[in-house]
């Protein structure tokens, strides 16, 4: 960062290091998935690549993806020390040679000699936290260091859906600012006063009653570091689609389409009586401002290219065809009755229960589901369609070439070694790595310890739990209270434990986490 009157930190949050998370927006897999629905040429997910992430934090996002792509090579950067510490001392205990982290300013990582070209730039978060000089400075190097047909990646805190909260935020950060003592206790005494403020029926909330739900149900739970990074910065500043389109086409990059996929999916999106207004906008920076105003939120998830390279009808089929996609929910949770951002919506069950079915048997390219009869005599585009809706409902993800499986599970098993032992270390909840889905899955510290009960085959996975717990002199919370009564913990885990062997225990068999049943 450029050095003035905040040092080092160029007004941004370093006191308090920002805990590991995975964003699956940023996978490969999935970047490779929104160029198929844009008709994008995709590049191969087989072949050698280069990847970078700006703002990486400790790295959880770069590790995972490094694992699951061992033929690929892997950068990322962050301008505190603390994290890249972190993260280089996962990667190198999971022994994975194909990252690298570094710890340069925006402003010298374009001219960094280590650096190569790359294929895919990631940020999730940074881009709206951060001085508009680094925002310039990551501008200049996408136009320097990103290929013809890159893409990139840009999670960013987004107008107009921040427009009735940026008097809250404003309110947190003054209060935090004059409540002095450290970033974490700023934090918590803005939080519990701004809770205060609510509780007693302030006027504001009262008339914008977004803000106060926004405020009730997300900020007012927010982990004290995710408070400090996300909202207490100095240069901490919303965007809207239409600024960020501008800033991206000064490095040559035009918007290729939203990470979310339900945003490809008009249907379910907007009303009947809205959609010929945006229908009619036919400028995509303007369609995408309009489309903020009928689907508001707070945070949007943009990809942008280098050069859109559009395919014909055949390449496009024959694309799409050789993606394979597996059930990342169990098939129970996969309801048919279910809330879109234009009401309750109804799956048609000749479409959506023989695909459900065939993707809870194992991973399935589409070619593999048009062999199924009921699938077949549906044809090609509503069997895509289908699979666009069910990876927006979150029911089902696009993995990578099923070819590498075995390439990769070896990497991604030393990994989730990794990450386990830092999580029962540290007594906290962690991300592991799916061989087979090739992305992130967050797990508890309790569900770390029923699947380690698991693979080492133990008859009971609640004494497991119960056993390593009470020996390291560890509860668990329920009800915002500590459960303090041997017995109390007992029940508590047994009762836990049912609910992972009914519901999350076949998914993490099916997704390659644990072996096959015997």
Same mark, same amino acid.
């Given at each position: 960062m450029a050095t003035g009157s905040e040092g080092w930190t160029d007004g941004y949050t370093a006191e308090v290091a920002y805990r590991g998370n995975y964003y699956p927006g940023q996978s490969p897999c999935h970047l490779h998935l929104i160029s198929l629905l844009q008709r994008n040429r995709p590049g191969s997910l087989e072949a050698p690549f280069t990847y970078c992430e700006l703002g990486c934090g400790e790295g959880m996002v770069t590790n995972i993806l490094a694992a699951v792509f061992p033929q690929a090579r892997f950068y990322a950067n962050d301008f505190n020390p603390a994290h890249i510490r972190e993260a280089?001392?996962?990667?190198?205990?999971?022994?994975?040679?194909?990252?690298?982290?570094?710890?340069?300013?925006?402003?010298?990582?374009?001219?960094?000699?280590?650096?190569?070209?790359?294929?895919?730039?990631?940020?999730?978060?940074?881009?709206?936290?951060?001085?508009?000089?680094?925002?310039?400075?990551?501008?200049?190097?996408?136009?320097?260091?990103?290929?013809?047909?890159?893409?990139?990646?840009?999670?960013?805190?987004?107008?107009?859906?921040?427009?009735?909260?940026?008097?809250?935020?404003?309110?947190?950060?003054?209060?935090?600012?004059?409540?002095?003592?450290?970033?974490l206790e700023q934090g918590s005494k803005a939080l519990d006063?701004?809770?205060?403020?609510?509780?007693?029926?302030?006027?504001?909330?009262?008339?914008?009653?977004?803000?106060?739900?926004?405020?009730?149900?997300?900020?007012?739970?927010?982990?004290?570091?995710?408070?400090?990074?996300?909202?207490?910065?100095?240069?901490?500043?919303?965007?809207f689609h239409a600024d960020l389109a501008a800033d991206m086409e000064r490095a040559r990059l035009s918007f290729l389409g939203a990470a979310n996929v339900l945003e490809h999916l008009e249907d379910y999106l907007v009303t009947p009586q809205t959609r010929p207004l945006l229908q009619s906008v036919s400028d995509r920076t303007l369609?995408?401002?309009?489309?903020?105003?009928?689907?508001?939120?707070?945070?949007?998830?943009?990809?942008?290219?280098?050069?859109?390279?559009?395919?014909?009808?055949?390449? /496009?089929?024959?694309?799409?065809? +050789? %993606?394979?996609?597996? =059930?990342?929910? #169990?098939?129970? $949770?996969?309801?048919? &009755? @279910? *809330?879109?951002?234009?009401? /309750?919506?109804?799956?048609?069950? +000749? %479409?959506?229960?023989? =695909?459900?079915? #065939?993707?809870? $048997?194992?991973?399935? &390219? @589409? *070619?593999?589901?048009l062999s199924v009869p009921a699938l077949a005599a549906l044809g090609f585009k509503r069997v895509w369609h289908a699979l666009a809706t069910v990876c927006a409902l979150h029911y089902a993800a696009p993995i990578p070439p099923l070819a590498?499986?075995?390439?990769?599970?070896?990497?991604?098993?030393?990994?989730?070694?990794?990450?386990?032992?830092?999580?029962?270390?540290?007594?906290?909840?962690?991300?592991?790595?799916?061989?087979?889905?090739?992305?992130?899955?967050?797990?508890?510290?309790?569900?770390?310890?029923?699947?380690?009960?698991?693979?080492?085959?133990?008859?009971?996975?609640?004494?497991?739990a119960f056993d390593w717990l009470v020996s390291q002199g560890e509860t668990i919370i329920r009800g915002g209270e500590p459960l303090g009564e041997p017995e109390a913990l007992r029940q508590e885990l047994e009762r836990l434990a049912a609910e992972f062997i009914t519901t999350q225990q076949p998914v993490c068999r099916r997704l390659a986490l644990l072996p096959p049943e015997p």
């Open positions: 280089r001392q996962v990667a190198a205990e999971a022994g994975l040679d194909n990252v690298t982290f570094l710890e340069h300013s925006f402003a010298a990582l374009k001219d960094a000699p280590e650096l190569p070209q790359f294929d895919y730039v990631t940020l999730h978060g940074v881009y709206t936290w951060i001085s508009p000089e680094n925002r310039a400075h990551i501008v200049d190097f996408l136009n320097a260091r990103l290929k013809p047909g890159g893409l990139v990646y840009v999670g960013y805190n987004a107008y107009p859906g921040w427009a009735a909260l940026m008097p809250v935020r404003r309110l947190l950060a003054d209060y935090a600012a004059w409540a002095g003592g450290s970033v006063f701004a809770g205060r403020l609510h509780e007693a029926g302030a006027t504001y909330f009262s008339l914008n009653p977004n803000a106060a739900n926004f405020f009730a149900n997300e900020i007012r739970h927010s982990r004290p570091e995710y408070m400090a990074h996300d909202y207490l910065g100095q240069h901490w500043q919303p965007l369609r995408e401002t309009v489309k903020d105003f009928l689907y508001p939120r707070s945070f949007r998830r943009d990809i942008f290219v280098r050069g859109m390279l559009p395919m014909g009808a055949e390449e /496009e089929r024959r694309q799409i065809q +050789e %993606v394979a996609f597996v =059930l990342q929910e #169990a098939r129970d $949770a996969c309801k048919l &009755t @279910v *809330d879109m951002p234009v009401g /309750e919506a109804v799956l048609a069950a +000749e %479409v959506y229960t023989p =695909l459900l079915d #065939a993707l809870a $048997a194992g991973p399935q &390219t @589409v *070619d593999d589901l590498t499986f075995s390439a990769r599970f070896e990497s991604c098993e030393r990994l989730n070694q990794t990450l386990i032992r830092r999580a029962l270390d540290h007594r906290r909840r962690t991300f592991l790595v799916s061989p087979l889905q090739g992305s992130g899955i967050a797990f508890s510290l309790v569900d770390v310890l029923f699947l380690l009960a698991a693979r080492h085959q133990h008859p009971n996975p609640a004494a497991f």
